[in-house]
């Protein structure tokens, strides 16, 4: 049965992996959401900070 | 070597991703002169903090214009002095040594925060702002009374500690924990065996 569907090769530039760049991305934009706040917020909001 | 488009984006944000962590933490030890606390405080004979002039007796002392000392002593299972007091709007140093076991120094909910090692002066300076109350512990499990092991830091507003807000140690050498609500039959027994 396999062998009676097409069948279609395409090249190592043709195929876009959206769906793991749309991931990769999230992923990304959490990381950068979550180390902002983290710092900034959560680190450098938390008086007393020891400064010497 | 053949790297597909997407990967080449991925491999940059990769790469701008440390760049921002590097750059963060950058700022924060420049901008906002954030320190590590390191063996600055020096070494100190834990056997003999009586004969310190520091730790001889406990306590907070100014040292220039806006500038305290808050000289700490750590031990089985109080912080002295207890509490310490400063005022707001200053920047203070804090020494704080062991004449046990190790301690911890932790101004709950804060930055502020060290190990307190016997033979070692653990050193801190921080910015206080507005007048607060803060709670102190020990981090560091130190023996059978640590869980009750705990302090005080009041900022004051400065027209009240002008007003001889520091020098009250033996007025507040037993305070009431108005803030704990838990272990207080142990921490009487704790503090009453130290006495």
Known sequence: MTDEQPVREIGHDEFDPNGTLALILIYFLILVGMWIFMYFVEFLGNELTVIG | ?195
């Open chain 2, 1 to 195: 070597m053949d790297i597909h488009s997407y990967e080449k984006i991925w491999l940059v944000l990769a790469v701008l991703l440390i760049a921002g962590f590097v750059s963060t933490v950058t700022y924060g030890a420049t901008a906002v002169g954030v320190q590590m606390i390191d063996d600055d405080g020096g070494t100190i004979n834990a056997n003999a903090l009586d004969e310190d002039p520091r730790f001889s007796n406990p306590r907070v002392e100014q040292v220039g214009e806006n500038h305290y000392a808050a000289y700490v002593v750590a031990q089985q299972f109080i912080f002295r002095p207890d509490p310490i007091t400063v005022p707001a709007n200053s920047t203070v140093t804090f020494y704080v040594t062991s004449p046990d076991v190790i301690h911890g120094f932790e101004v709950v909910g804060t930055n502020a925060n060290t190990m307190v090692v016997p033979g070692q002066v653990s050193k801190l300076t921080v910015n206080v702002d507005e007048p607060a109350e803060y709670g102190i512990l020990c981090n560091e499990y130190c023996g059978s009374g640590h869980h009750t092991m705990e302090g005080k830091l009041i900022v004051k507003p400065e027209s009240e500690y002008a007003q001889g807000g520091s020098t009250d140690r033996l007025r507040h050498s037993n305070p009431v924990r108005r803030a704990s609500g838990t272990g207080s039959p142990t921490r009487r027994l704790s503090s009453g065996q130290l006495s």
